[in-house]
């Protein structure tokens, strides 16, 4: 059905090299899309690579996004090869975990520039190629990948984590507001736990009990993320904006 086919598209997932990131460029390369992945280490985007290159042509373009130059290099980089962005998924993002005595400020600087300036700063940098790719009747399409945490109170003590995701659903409505009229949506999508690099100790030691407290009764899987992904690109997802859609299980909604 072409409500999800991105053929001819062109995507930019930052942190598309594993976890979420990497389940969201899988699902938008086997829709259609070419995808250009980004990550700070140049050996993981070779894997990456190597791996999703059977779904269809994928990029890897290595980049610090913990800084605004390297948001303005990416786009650059991505630029010189395209003349448009249909799709920018900001999905590159970090986590900390520490009791509130001992939570450090780095923490806060780590996790403000790469979870919510970098986002931002990201969008800036793209504009004018997702604007080239945007029309009135589809949209360019930015998700910004958030967090349940972001909208509960976390079970665990990551404090600058949390904050940062409400923060970066705030900044989707704020920037879904301003872009609209530019013809480019702006949505956050909140996952809960995922099998990810970043969520592999704590599902290994709680796994059960995170799967139980979900109405589903599971963790969430690679197709659930591709899913979204692939209906906030395509013509199905056309009509959305400024929304935040929790990807968890029901998890959220049942606390």
Same mark, same amino acid.
């Given at each position: 059905m ?14 598309g090299?594993r976890?979420?990131g990497?389940?969201?460029a ?5 829709a259609?899309?070419?995808?250009y992945v980004?990550?700070?280490k140049?050996?993981a985007?070779?894997a990456?690579v ?5 779904y ?6 290595p980049a610090d996004l913990?800084?605004?130059a390297?948001? @303005?290099r *990416? %786009?650059? #980089?991505? +630029?010189a090869?395209e ?14 975990a520490a009791?509130?005595e001992?939570y450090?400020?780095s ?6 520039d790469l979870?919510?300036?970098?986002p ?6 793209f ?5 080239a790719?945007a029309?009135?009747d589809?949209p360019?399409?930015v998700i910004n990948v958030?967090s349940?945490d972001g909208l ?15 923060g970066?659903?705030q900044?989707? @409505?704020? *920037? %879904?507001? #301003?872009? +609209? ?5 702006v ?5 809960g736990?995922?099998?990810s690099k ?14 139980a407290?979900s109405?589903l009764?599971r963790i969430?899987?690679a197709?659930d993320m591709a ?5 906030l ?13 929790p990807?968890d299980g029901?998890?959220?909604?049942a606390r």
């Amino acid at each position: 059905m072409d409500l999800f086919d991105l053929t001819g598209k062109v995507a930019v997932v930052t942190g598309g090299t594993r976890g979420i990131g990497l389940m969201m460029a899988r699902g938008l390369l086997q829709a259609g899309a070419a995808v250009y992945v980004s990550s700070r280490k140049p050996e993981a985007g070779e894997a990456a690579v190597k791996e999703l290159s059977e779904y269809g042509r994928v990029v890897s373009v290595p980049a610090d996004l913990s800084s605004e130059a390297e948001c @303005r290099r *990416l %786009a650059a #980089e991505v +630029g010189a090869a395209e003349s448009g962005v249909h799709i920018l998924v900001n999905n590159a993002g970090a986590a900390w975990a520490a009791p509130l005595e001992e939570y450090p400020e780095s923490a806060w600087d780590k996790l403000v520039d790469l979870n919510l300036k970098a986002p931002f700063f990201l969008v800036r940098a793209f504009l004018p190629l997702l604007e080239a790719a945007a029309t009135f009747d589809d949209p360019a399409r930015v998700i910004n990948v958030g967090s349940i945490d972001g909208l509960q109170v976390p079970p665990l003590p990551t404090y600058a984590y949390s904050s940062t995701k409400a923060g970066l659903h705030q900044l989707t @409505r704020v *920037l %879904a507001h #301003e872009l +609209g009229p530019r013809h480019i949506t702006v949505n956050a999508v909140a996952p809960g736990p995922f099998e990810s690099k970043m969520m592999a100790a704590t599902l290994a030691e709680h796994g059960e009990t995170i799967a139980a407290s979900s109405p589903l009764g599971r963790i969430g899987r690679a197709e659930d993320m591709a899913g979204v992904a692939i209906w906030l690109s395509g013509r199905g997802g056309s009509y959305v904006t400024g929304a935040v859609i929790p990807v968890d299980g029901g998890i959220w909604a049942a606390r």
